[in-house]
């Protein structure tokens, strides 16, 4: 399992980092209003730091075959077309189903304004106008924008997120796009190929990389939050963020969002990705969509994976107990052990917080907790719970 980062209390290890996909950069305002005015314009022309040496074409176009297939309407289950295709084939089918996106997040230090602007990628889910993106692409965002691959630009509405799955809804006012299809991610298997279309360094628009998958089911702790991700060898880069990741038969089974990267002191990391698999988040899309909001089961607790023993037991340790939640009701408390779920042992918060989600209000879990030297069974009763996930219901 990759450690990274380090959870609370535990000394930093490792050679490597995992590392979230937006590209990011930041532009300060002088005391003048003109310098302020001219890099917030100026972002749409470059917007990938200098170092890079290249020229921002804000997403637009490239020479690439452009994708033509009937619209179709969206879809939740696997089409099964019978036929593989290639990878140029995926490419021309689903160019035009992908997008660029661009935020803007506006701060202001001590009178100096400062725009932070961060680039990433996305793919269209409806014919009006529904995209996916990840989370991370679009937090905080002033403005969103996102371009098509026909060079046409568009101010997005965030329609909802869920930050513990790094998903995102947008909505632009368009009509007659072509939709993705979505796969089923469970079918696939190590060594299947897969084929990612994204905007890697937030100016390679609509690139295309192949590989394979190289794991499944790969437990990922991304800034303290544990997913359980794909893992591919498809050249995933900053910007990527938010890009579909296809199978061979052009359905969307993964949505690409981080990378393993090595730190300064490392030998070089490549080809190391991961994609979020697309069955975890299909009913988190609906809900955002139909409610604009995500209801989630929860017991209450702050967990972080057991790993000074791992010779010994595999869990979750309790550092946070909710005050009022049903684990408090039900007894839990800090530096407990979660080691199994209704007789099912757990490696670490990933499987609990799985596990734990695919139940439903009401229903009472046993947990198996170790506590000072014994193992105890807690019964919890599941509650439900409504995220607000946009940002004017936030600030309400």
């Known amino acids: 399992m990759v450690k990274i980062p380090e959870q609370p209390g535990k000394k930093q290890g490792g050679t490597g980092k995992i590392i979230v ?15 302020s005015m001219y890099l917030v314009d100026s972002f749409k022309d470059r917007i990938v730091p200098d170092q890079y040496k290249l020229t921002q074409d804000s997403g637009r176009g490239g020479n690439a075959l452009q994708g033509e297939r009937d619209a179709k309407a969206l879809t939740m289950s696997k089409v099964n077309t019978g036929k593989e295709m290639t990878a140029s084939e995926v490419y021309a089918a689903n160019v035009n189903s992908t997008v660029g996106i661009t935020t803007s997040i506006e701060t202001n230090y001590f009178g100096y304004r400062t725009m932070a ?12 106008g529904y995209i996916v993106t990840n ?18 630009e568009y101010s997005a509405e965030l329609i909802g997120y869920d930050e513990d799955n790094d998903l995102a809804v947008l909505k632009i006012e368009a009509e007659g796009l072509t939709p993705v299809v979505l796969g089923d991610s469970d079918l696939m298997n190590v060594g299947d190929n897969v084929i990612a279309i994204g905007n890697p360094l937030g100016e390679l628009t609509f690139s295309l990389t192949q590989g394979a998958i190289s794991a499944l089911n790969r437990s990922i702790t991304i800034e303290n939050t544990a997913m359980n991700l794909i893992q591919t060898d498809c050249a995933i880069n900053s910007g990527n963020s938010g890009g579909a990741l296809f199978n061979s038969y052009g359905e969307v089974i993964g949505i690409t969002n981080a990378k393993y990267s090595g730190d300064a002191t490392s030998a070089s990391i490549d080809n190391i990705g991961f994609a979020i698999p697309i069955n975890s988040v299909r009913d988190i899309i609906n809900s955002i969509i139909d409610k604009g909001y995500v209801e989630k089961t929860y017991i209450g607790v702050q967990v972080y994976d057991l790993e000074g023993f791992r010779n010994i037991m595999e869990g979750a340790v309790v550092y946070g107990v909710e005050e009022g939640s049903p684990a408090d009701k039900a007894g839990l408390k800090q530096n407990d052990v979660i080691t199994a779920v209704n007789g099912k042992q757990i490696s670490g918060q990933s499987e609990l917080r799985s596990i734990l989600s695919s139940g439903k209000e009401g229903d009472v879990v046993t947990l198996s907790v170790y506590r000072q030297g014994e193992v105890i069974e807690v019964e919890v009763t599941l509650a439900m719970r409504k ?9 309400t």
């Not at 532009?27 to 310098?35: F, R, S």
């Not at 995220?387 to 600030?395: F, K, V």
Request: net charge negative; proline share 0%; glycine share 12%.
């Open 387 to 395: 995220q607000a996930t946009t940002r004017d219901r936030e600030r």
């Open 117 to 128: 602007a961060a680039a990433g990628s996305g793919f269209i889910l409806s014919d009006n």
């Open 21 to 35: 996909l937006a590209l990011c950069c930041s532009l300060i305002g002088g005391i003048t209003g003109a310098g």
């Open 135 to 152: 989370y991370h692409v679009v937090a905080d965002a002033n403005e969103i924008k996102v371009t098509t691959y026909d060079n046409k």
